[in-house]
C-alpha cells in the first residue's frame, strides 16, 4: 500500500529552498551594490590623502626601470664640461623636517575645506599608471615622459587647487613645469671652433612660477637609472671636500672595492655637477636630479656658494620600510615622489633667487671642472655597473618616525587610533651613523691650488633687502626718434615728465649721453630695471629696460653669443638707439648680448625703412 506524501517535510523543503533563494539573491544584491559603490567611489574625485596613496600604488610602484646599459644616446651628451664646479659636499640637514612641516600644512588646509574631494578620480589614476608603466623604462626621454605626467603633473594639480582656495603660499598664477630647450636654442649656429666643446642641452625641465613676470624656482635633470644605478648615487654621496676629493684625484684605486666607490663618487658627482652648474647660473636656491626611483634634492646656502647640500630620497623604498615597520598610514608624510615634489615647489616659493650682482660677484670665484659622463660610463664594465660599491646599501632617506595621527585626529578625517607623538626630527637629518657607514678614507692628490676663498665667513655675500622697483610704461616711438634726431619732447610719452627738465620741452641728454649711461646702469645693475618680459622667440628674448632716473623705457632683445649674427641682421631696421651689451642670466644659464630696440610696438617695415633712410 502506498504511503501518502508527507507535506509537513515537503513544506520544510521548500521552506528552506525559498530561503536558499533569498539569501542568493540578497546575497547577490549586496554584491552589485558593493560593486556599483566601488564604480561610484572609483569616479569620484579624492581627497588630498586619497590622491597621495593612489598615486604611489597605481604610478610610482609600477615603475620599472630597464637592465640592458646602453653607453651612448643620439644627439648631444649630457656632460659637464667646463662646468661649474662645487668645493664642498654635505648631507642638507634640515631638509626632511623642513618638507614636513609644509606637507602637514597642505594637509591640515586641504582636509579642513568644505568639500575636500578636489583631485583626479581613483579610476582615473589607475588608468595613468596603466599607461604609463606597460613597459620598463630605458632612456632619459621615456623616463621625462613619466615624470611630466606620473609625478610633475600630479603635484602641478595639488598647487593649483592650493592656488585656488588659500593664499598661504606665493604661488602667483601657478606652477609649470617647461623643457627649457623651448627658451634659446643656439646649437645649430654654434661656431665650428666651439661645436667640438660645446655645452649640450641637458634632459632637464625647468620650474616656473607664473606671474606677471615669470620666475625660475629651481631646474630638475633626469638621469637614466641604468648608468646612474641607485647603488651607485648611495655609495657617491656623502659629506666630502669635493673638489680635492674627486675633481682633483688622479690615481685610479687598483683594489676593486675601493675602484667601484672611486668610479661611484666620479658617476655621481659629474650629475650634480651639472645641476650645481645650472643653480648657480640661474640663481636659483633649489635643485633636482632624479632617476625615476631616486630623487636627489640639492640646495646651495647663500652665504656658501661654494657649498652644494643633498637629500637622496627613494620613495618606493621609503614607502615599503615604514609598512615593513608597521606603518600603514605612510601617506601622512611627505615620502611619495609626488609629496617630494610638490613640498620642494612650496619651499622655492618662499626662497627668493639670488640677484644679478650676487652671481656676478660669485661665480668667478668657483672652480670648473671639465669632465665627460658617458667617458666614465665607458671606462666600466656591465659587471661594474651591476656591482654594488661599499656603502651601497640602502637606508632610509630620514629614520622613520610613526605617522602623526594626532594631527589627523585635530582634523577628524580619520578614527582615532594610539596616538603616538613624532620624536624630535632634529636628528632626523643624515645622521652621523648614516654617513659614516658610506665615508671612505681616501689617498688625495692635488693637481693645482684652488682659487682663493674669500666667502667663507658668509659675509661678503649675503644679499640686502631691497626696495620694489618703480614699473614704468614703454616710452613711444617719436620719443625715442626725437631722442635720436635731438627734436622736441614727445608730450604724449608717458614718461615725458621724467625726459624734461624743468619746463623745457627738450630731452636732457643727448643719445651718446643716454647710451653712455645705459651701459654703465647695465654693467652695475641687472636686478632694476631689467626684465624679460613677454614670449621668447626662436633667436631671442624680449627686455623690458629702464634708465633711470630719466625714465627712457624701451623694448630690448637679449640673445646668445652664437645667436647674435642672426639678431645683427635686424639691426638694420631697429637702428635706432644702438647696442650697449651686458651678461644676463634667464634662468636656463646663457649669457645674453642686449639689442637696444623701440618702444612696444612698431610701425610697418617700409615706413621705418623711409624713416631711417636704410
Avoid at 662646468?83 to 623636517?97: A, I, K, N, S, V
Avoid at 616656473?208 to 613676470?213: L, N
Avoid at 655637477?273 to 634634492?297: E, I, K, P, R, W
Wanted: charged content about 30%; some cysteine.
Amino acid at each position: 500500500m502506498d504511503q501518502s506524501p508527507d507535506y509537513k517535510e515537503l513544506y520544510q523543503q521548500s521552506k528552506k529552498e525559498r530561503a536558499r533563494e533569498r539569501a542568493e539573491a540578497e546575497r547577490e544584491r549586496a554584491e552589485i551594490e558593493t560593486e556599483r559603490d566601488l564604480l561610484r567611489n572609483d569616479s569620484q574625485p579624492m581627497t588630498f590623502i586619497d590622491f597621495i596613496e593612489n598615486s604611489q600604488v597605481y604610478i610610482s610602484e609600477l615603475l620599472q626601470i630597464g637592465t640592458n646599459i646602453v653607453r651612448s644616446t643620439g644627439g648631444s651628451l649630457t656632460s659637464p664640461k667646463g662646468r661649474l664646479c662645487p668645493t664642498y659636499l654635505r648631507p642638507w640637514e634640515g631638509f626632511h623636517q623642513r618638507q614636513t612641516e609644509i606637507y602637514e600644512t597642505v594637509f591640515q588646509l586641504l582636509e579642513s575645506l568644505p568639500n575636500p574631494r578636489l583631485f583626479s578620480s581613483r579610476s582615473a589614476i589607475r588608468e595613468l599608471g596603466r599607461r604609463l608603466c606597460r613597459r620598463p623604462y630605458g632612456n632619459e626621454e621615456a623616463l621625462r615622459g613619466y615624470q611630466h605626467f606620473g609625478v610633475e603633473d600630479l603635484a602641478r594639480e595639488i598647487i593649483d587647487v592650493l592656488r585656488s582656495c588659500s593664499e598661504i603660499f606665493p604661488l602667483g598664477e601657478g606652477i609649470e613645469f617647461e623643457n627649457h630647450a623651448n627658451v634659446l636654442n643656439d646649437d645649430e649656429t654654434n661656431s665650428a671652433k666651439d661645436r667640438g666643446r660645446k655645452r649640450s642641452i641637458p634632459d632637464q625641465f625647468c620650474v616656473f612660477r607664473k606671474d606677471e613676470v615669470r620666475s625660475l624656482l629651481f631646474t630638475i635633470e633626469y638621469k637614466d637609472g641604468r648608468k646612474l644605478s641607485d647603488r651607485y648615487l648611495r655609495a657617491g654621496l656623502r659629506r666630502m671636500e669635493f673638489w680635492k676629493e674627486v675633481v682633483q684625484r688622479v690615481t685610479i684605486p687598483l683594489e676593486d672595492d675601493k675602484r667601484l666607490s672611486y668610479h661611484a663618487e666620479l658617476l655621481t658627482g659629474s650629475g650634480i655637477v651639472h645641476a650645481y652648474d645650472d643653480m648657480m647660473n640661474s640663481g636659483s636656491a633649489f635643485g633636482c636630479l632624479t632617476t625615476g626611483s631616486c630623487q636627489v634634492f640639492l640646495h646651495v646656502p647663500e652665504d656658501q656658494p661654494d657649498t652644494l647640500e643633498y637629500y637622496l630620497a627613494e620613495p618606493n623604498r621609503d614607502v615599503e620600510a615604514m609598512r615593513e615597520q608597521g606603518d600603514d598610514e605612510w601617506m601622512y608624510t611627505p615620502v611619495t615622489a609626488v609629496g617630494r615634489l610638490l613640498t620642494l615647489c612650496l619651499m622655492s616659493t618662499q626662497s627668493p633667487n639670488r640677484s644679478q650682482r650676487w652671481r656676478s660677484e660669485v661665480i668667478p670665484n668657483l672652480h670648473k671642472w671639465e669632465v665627460d659622463f658617458e667617458d666614465i660610463l665607458n671606462q666600466l664594465s656591465d659587471d661594474e655597473l651591476h656591482s654594488s660599491p661599499l656603502g651601497s646599501e640602502y637606508l632610509p632617506s630620514s629614520p622613520l618616525a610613526p605617522s602623526n595621527r594626532k594631527l589627523r585626529k585635530r582634523i577628524g578625517c580619520r578614527p582615532e587610533e594610539n596616538q603616538v607623538s613624532c620624536p624630535d626630527d632634529s636628528d632626523s637629518e643624515d645622521s652621523p651613523q648614516h654617513h659614516e657607514s658610506t665615508a671612505r678614507k681616501r689617498a688625495l692628490t692635488f693637481s693645482s691650488s684652488p682659487p682663493q676663498r674669500q666667502h667663507r665667513s658668509g659675509q661678503k655675500y649675503k644679499r640686502t633687502n631691497q626696495s620694489t622697483q618703480e614699473s614704468m610704461d614703454f616710452c613711444t616711438q617719436h620719443c625715442l626718434l626725437s631722442l635720436k634726431n635731438r627734436g622736441l619732447l614727445d608730450e604724449n610719452c608717458p614718461n615725458v615728465d621724467r625726459h624734461r627738465k624743468a619746463c623745457n620741452k627738450y630731452h636732457q641728454i643727448c643719445l651718446s649721453r643716454f647710451l653712455y649711461l645705459l651701459k654703465q646702469q647695465l654693467d652695475n645693475d641687472l636686478d632694476h630695471y631689467c626684465a624679460p618680459c613677454g614670449q621668447s622667440g626662436t633667436h631671442a628674448v624680449p627686455f623690458k629696460i629702464t634708465l633711470m632716473p630719466y625714465g627712457y623705457t624701451i623694448l630690448g632683445k637679449g640673445t646668445t653669443d652664437s645667436l647674435w649674427p642672426a639678431v645683427r641682421r635686424e639691426e638694420d631696421i631697429y637702428q635706432v638707439l644702438g647696442s650697449p651689451t651686458f651678461s644676463f642670466y634667464l634662468g636656463v644659464a646663457v649669457s645674453l648680448i642686449y639689442s637696444a630696440a623701440t618702444s612696444n610696438g612698431g610701425v610697418s617695415i617700409s615706413e621705418q625703412k623711409r624713416r631711417f633712410d636704410i
